[in-house]
């Protein structure tokens, strides 16, 4: 399948750029940095490799960034906040629970953000044989809601809990592969995707050459009382003609932040802001969801109770983008 072909492609090209420069253990001096991705095939696993080999060719004598998988956003928090990665990404909704300690928190996690990456915007989709077509239909089926932990599963609970399906059908947490295994098998009716930037994540561009679906997003009551209630949402249109077969609809998005510990120091976290940001074309290479980005796209999105590290606000003032 193109979804497993590409994971293939992409560890192997983790092994070959960075054979050597994975730690046994973490290091203490912050220039040997893990930098937490996120599970392969999803959109900002390619990014992160992208921000690695673009960081270490710019700073051989600096940086030695090795990519490690990791579970998504709830994860990388976690890892970031213990000192178990140095850099990493994370989405702007549950970041700001994390800085608060709510669920699926259940502690006060201490972070900062270096820029935003890119928008998310969420979506799902239903097998048409399934005849759903909404989350209104959702009741007595099996979907796939979100990785175990990234942020599409925080974003699936949310919708569950706003609609009161709770208990009213079965929701699972699966990686994109397996989910649409699953799909593939009948083993589930519907599952959960993104549109990164202004393109598909790769595994719904998967489930678009492979499956007959049915996309779908929020009606406006529901977009209306998660922005309302959750920092860090917002309501975006997916355009017509952007998913195959569909005619383009409403529904809630974030950014997802690219974001260091407070404990390191200035200098290293202004190199890697202004490394990233003055390579955003080298880096659409790895990652179409940068594609047609603007310099003041990296200020956005952020939840109010998330700041910039000191480092990257110098970079930021040095471009005039902030006073």
């Given at each position: 399948m193109k979804i497993k072909r590409m994971q293939a492609f992409l560890a192997l090209a983790v092994i070959s750029l960075f054979a050597g420069a994975l730690p046994t253990a973490l290091e203490a001096a912050p220039r040997n940095m893990v930098l937490g991705t996120a599970p392969v095939g999803t959109a900002s696993f390619p990014y992160m490799v992208g921000v690695a080999?673009?960081?270490?060719?710019?700073?051989?004598?600096?940086?030695?960034?090795?990519?490690?998988e990791t579970g998504g956003t709830v994860a990388n928090i976690r890892l970031l906040d213990a000192g178990k990665v140095h850099l990493t990404g994370f989405s702007g909704m549950v970041v700001a629970e994390a800085l608060e300690g709510k669920p699926p928190f259940t502690q006060k996690f201490n972070v900062q953000a270096l820029f935003s990456m890119y928008g998310q915007h969420f979506l799902w989709f239903a097998l048409k044989s399934s005849g759903v077509t909404s989350w209104e239909q959702i009741a007595g089926k099996k979907m796939a809601?979100?990785?175990?932990a990234g942020s599409t599963r925080v974003g699936g609970d949310l919708v569950?809990?706003?609609?009161?399906?709770?208990?009213?059908?079965?929701?699972?947490?699966?990686?994109?592969?397996?989910?649409?295994?699953?799909?593939?098998?009948?083993r589930i009716d519907a599952g959960f995707g993104l549109v990164t930037g202004a393109s598909p994540a790769p595994w719904v561009q998967e489930v678009?050459?492979?499956?007959?679906?049915?996309f779908f997003g929020l009606d406006e009551p529901t977009i209306a009382k998660l922005v309302g209630e959750?920092?860090?949402?917002?309501?975006?249109?997916?355009?017509p003609?952007?998913?195959?077969?569909?005619?383009?609809?409403?529904?809630?998005?974030?950014?997802?932040?690219?974001?260091?510990s407070p404990k390191m120091d200035e200098q290293t976290a202004y190199l890697l802001t202004k490394t990233v940001q003055e390579?955003?074309?080298?880096?659409?290479k790895y990652s179409s969801a940068v594609k047609g980005g603007k310099p003041e796209d990296a200020l956005k999105g952020l939840p109010p109770n998330l700041s910039f590290h000191?480092?990257?606000v110098r970079y930021f003032k040095e471009k005039g983008l902030i006073k």
């Amino acid at each position: 399948m193109k979804i497993k072909r590409m994971q293939a492609f992409l560890a192997l090209a983790v092994i070959s750029l960075f054979a050597g420069a994975l730690p046994t253990a973490l290091e203490a001096a912050p220039r040997n940095m893990v930098l937490g991705t996120a599970p392969v095939g999803t959109a900002s696993f390619p990014y992160m490799v992208g921000v690695a080999t673009i960081v270490n060719k710019a700073h051989p004598n600096e940086f030695a960034l090795s990519p490690q998988e990791t579970g998504g956003t709830v994860a990388n928090i976690r890892l970031l906040d213990a000192g178990k990665v140095h850099l990493t990404g994370f989405s702007g909704m549950v970041v700001a629970e994390a800085l608060e300690g709510k669920p699926p928190f259940t502690q006060k996690f201490n972070v900062q953000a270096l820029f935003s990456m890119y928008g998310q915007h969420f979506l799902w989709f239903a097998l048409k044989s399934s005849g759903v077509t909404s989350w209104e239909q959702i009741a007595g089926k099996k979907m796939a809601v979100g990785t175990p932990a990234g942020s599409t599963r925080v974003g699936g609970d949310l919708v569950i809990a706003a609609k009161g399906l709770k208990g009213k059908a079965q929701f699972l947490y699966l990686q994109p592969s397996a989910m649409i295994d699953n799909m593939r098998d009948g083993r589930i009716d519907a599952g959960f995707g993104l549109v990164t930037g202004a393109s598909p994540a790769p595994w719904v561009q998967e489930v678009m050459s492979s499956l007959d679906v049915n996309f779908f997003g929020l009606d406006e009551p529901t977009i209306a009382k998660l922005v309302g209630e959750k920092p860090g949402l917002i309501r975006y249109v997916i355009p017509p003609g952007l998913l195959k077969g569909s005619p383009g609809f409403p529904t809630m998005s974030e950014y997802l932040i690219a974001g260091v510990s407070p404990k390191m120091d200035e200098q290293t976290a202004y190199l890697l802001t202004k490394t990233v940001q003055e390579s955003m074309a080298e880096l659409a290479k790895y990652s179409s969801a940068v594609k047609g980005g603007k310099p003041e796209d990296a200020l956005k999105g952020l939840p109010p109770n998330l700041s910039f590290h000191p480092g990257a606000v110098r970079y930021f003032k040095e471009k005039g983008l902030i006073k």
